[in-house]
């Protein structure tokens, strides 16, 4: 049986969120009154996941809403937009995923263009996780699987001031 005193366990915890979550940033540790860590306050932002949302065609956002000829709500964020153009450049594929704030959902517009009438934005669908999955586009559903750790980071301050301590 292995003895570990407080600090030795909390090390032990702190080095794993550093691994695990790839950051060296540990902003604070919190413990209860008998020891135990309850909140570690670190730096963890998209750009740590490794995001790259924009594909193809695409390389931001406003690039994104210029071919489209659309805005993105303020309450909406694209988590993945690719357009594929097609060799005679008369004719391409496009998928957005939308994660809506105020809906707490996602949401998808597939479309296709054709040198008549351009990207035509048509109203997203709700869509969620496993749905994504099953389309088998590794990318999409991969930046999806990153937005929810996302997601769950910004959750953090949230969550850890409403549990109680043990």
């Not at 000829?69 to 995923?97: H, K, R």
């Not at 105020?102 to 997203?124: A, F, M, R």
């Not at 586009?137 to 409403?162: C, M, P, R, T």
């Amino acid at each position: 049986m292995i003895s570990l005193n407080q600090s030795e366990i909390q090390k032990i915890i702190v080095d794993y969120v550093k691994k695990k979550f790839d950051t060296e940033e540990i902003l604070s540790v919190k413990t209860s009154s008998a020891g135990r860590v309850f909140e570690i306050e670190f730096n963890y932002h998209k750009a740590d996941l490794g995001f790259q949302v924009y594909f193809g065609e695409f390389k931001d956002q406003e690039d994104l809403e210029e071919g489209y000829m659309t805005l993105i709500p303020a309450n909406q964020e694209v988590v993945y937009a690719d357009y594929d153009c097609y060799e005679d450049d008369y004719s391409g594929n496009s998928t957005v995923l939308l994660y809506d704030y105020t809906k707490k959902k996602y949401l998808i517009v597939e479309s296709s263009h054709c040198s008549c009438n351009g990207l035509q934005w048509d109203n997203p669908d709700e869509t969620n996780l496993e749905a994504i999955k099953m389309m088998k586009n590794n990318e999409l559903y991969s930046n999806a699987l990153k937005f929810e750790v996302y997601l769950l980071n910004q959750k953090q301050d949230h969550l850890i001031g409403s549990s109680q301590m043990s």
